[in-house]
């Protein structure tokens, strides 16, 4: 049996720009997707903490270091830049695995540059 685990999160982060102009997914900095372990493509839930809106879309990399956080296609109307947002991933593994899960969890500050815990 595989379990569905979260795997990462970047929490809180601020959204910077929205863009209904575009196919869909979220545009985050690549820098922060190293950190949380994540890839471009790969599936994630969006949560906004301002409107209680949850979305499940796929990453796309934004240039590093620049802080992006860009909601696009039809979830652009899901949000606006300066709500607050947590961007979470999961993982399909064997029970073996999941009793040992450790998550990934990246802070960032409201530039959305990481914050060390």
């Given at each position: 049996m595989l379990r569905s685990m979260f795997k990462s999160k970047i929490h809180r982060a601020t959204l910077t720009a929205t863009k209904l102009d575009y196919e869909g997914s979220i545009a985050v900095d690549a820098d922060l997707l190293k950190a949380a372990d994540m890839l471009p493509g790969e599936e994630v839930h969006v949560l906004n903490c301002n409107n209680g809106e949850r979305l499940v879309t796929y990453l796309i990399e934004a240039p590093a270091g620049s802080g992006t956080m860009m909601l696009n296609g039809p979830a652009a109307r899901l949000g606006y830049p300066g709500?607050?947002?947590?961007?979470?991933?999961?993982?399909?593994?064997t029970e073996e695995e999941a009793r040992n899960w450790k998550p990934t969890v990246v802070h960032v500050d409201e530039k959305n540059r990481i914050v060390k815990k």
């Open positions: 709500d607050t947002v947590v961007l979470i991933t999961y993982a399909a593994v």
